[in-house]
T-cell receptor, first 109, second 114 residues
Framework: GIQVEQSPPDLILQEGANSTLRCNFS?????LQWFHQNPWGQLINLFYIPSGTKQNGRLSATTVATERYSLLYISSSQTTDSGVYFC???????????FGKGITLSVRP | DGGITQSPKYLFRKEGQNVTLSCEQN?????MYWYRQDPGQGLRLIYYSQIVNDFQKGDIAEGYSVSREKKESFPLTVTSAQKNPTAFYLC?????????????FGPGTRLTVL
């Protein structure tokens, strides 16, 4: 099946810093989603982005489908950005999501 | 409010007992999913259903069972055959048709086997 690799596995930032989180996938995808898992375990949808670029406040994402990667940018990080960020891909329409192992982000005040 | 609810939030079970986790959605989504998450790991798919009265095994279905008698509900039973049931269980749903098949998640159930 499709492989999803996220890097770096862990990231520590000072509040106010910017960061880039990467997701590589091994095959073409129909869909790609980014999630933030908060300390209580809830998965929050950040982006649905099979291709192109989207922005939502301090967060933006870019997926280059032809090169099989996606990037999540966090600018002016805040302590509330801490948690685990997951990338998940759907290889074909209406197939199942495959998750990466996640990137643990810690933002220090 | 539209969304996905899971109950209970925390569940404790003795070894050898079956237990059922509830998942309900009022988003009118066709598809529903169950995932398992172990500490420090990503999510792994247990079962999914794309239509009422039909469901498919995911990657780690052994020791689990599901039913889909109503569109809104997709309960998961963790049976005594599941060797390592202690984990965080997440339910999700997606529209499947009529637009992007974006998955949304419930708040999860933490199951601990004593």
């Amino acid at each position: 099946g499709i492989q999803v690799e996220q890097s770096p596995p862990d990231l520590i930032l000072q509040e106010g810093a910017n960061s880039t989180l990467r997701c590589n996938f091994s095959d073409s995808v129909n869909n790609l989603q980014w999630f933030h898992q908060n300390p209580w375990g809830q998965l929050i949808n950040l982006f649905y982005i099979p291709s192109g670029t989207k922005q939502n406040g301090r967060l933006s994402a870019t997926t280059v489908a032809t090169e099989r990667y996606s990037l999540l940018y966090i600018s002016s990080s805040q302590t509330t950005d801490s948690g685990v960020y997951f990338c998940a891909v759907e290889p074909r329409a209406n197939s199942k999501l495959t998750f990466g192992k996640g990137i643990t982000l810690s933002v220090r005040p | 409010d539209g969304g996905i609810t899971q109950s209970p939030k925390y569940l404790f079970r003795k070894e050898g007992q079956n237990v059922t986790l509830s998942c309900e959605q009022n988003l009118n989504h066709d598809a529903m999913y169950w995932y398992r998450q172990d500490p420090g790991q990503g999510l792994r798919l247990i079962y999914y259903s794309q239509i009422v009265n039909d469901f498919q095994k995911g990657d780690i279905a052994e020791g689990y069972s599901v039913s889909r008698e109503k569109k809104e509900s997709f309960p998961l039973t963790v049976t005594s055959a599941q060797k390592n049931p202690t984990a965080f269980y997440l339910c999700a749903s997606s529209p499947l048709t009529g637009g992007p098949n974006e998955q949304f998640f419930g708040p999860g159930t933490r199951l601990t086997v004593l």
